[in-house]
């Protein structure tokens, strides 16, 4: 039963920023790892930010590092991801993520992401930004 919902996509031009949410609910235990990916049309789903939920160690990929902050609010079981100075080529899908953290583990098939592997997954909420 375990379910991810996203919210706060939208449309803005370049520049411009967004903040998006991540609803957590129906997990038995909380999910060491939490993050955000995106995909574009025609090409692959790739890792933009995670954090590993007890300590707050976040991780963000080097395209988004410095724009984007990923944080949650563990109280909301609740994820975010602000997005500044946006750029056209973040246009994509964007999905939350749920999973456990593995240093050492990997190459099981799992998408993987900053030392997690990721398990559940949103249905997404779309991000489109304008020149």
């Known amino acids: 039963q375990p379910q991810l919902v996203e919210s706060g996509g939208g449309s803005v031009q370049a520049g411009g920023s967004l903040r998006l949410s991540c609803a957590a609910s129906g997990f038995t235990y909380r999910p060491t790892c939490m993050g955000w990916f995106r995909q574009a049309p025609e090409k692959a789903r790739e890792g933009v930010a995670r954090i590993v939920t007890g300590v707050a160690s976040t991780y963000h990929a080097d395209l988004v590092k410095g724009r984007f902050t990923i944080s949650q609010d563990n109280a909301k079981n609740t994820l975010y991801l602000q997005m500044n100075s946006l750029k056209p080529e973040d246009t994509a899908m964007y999905y939350c993520?749920?999973?456990?953290?593995?240093?050492?583990?990997?190459?099981?098939?799992?998408?993987?992401?900053?030392?997690?592997?990721?398990?559940?997954w949103g249905q997404g909420t779309q991000v489109t930004v304008s020149s």
């Open positions: 993520a749920a999973g456990t953290f593995d240093y050492h583990s990997g190459s099981d098939g799992r998408p993987r992401f900053g030392a997690c592997n990721f398990d559940y």
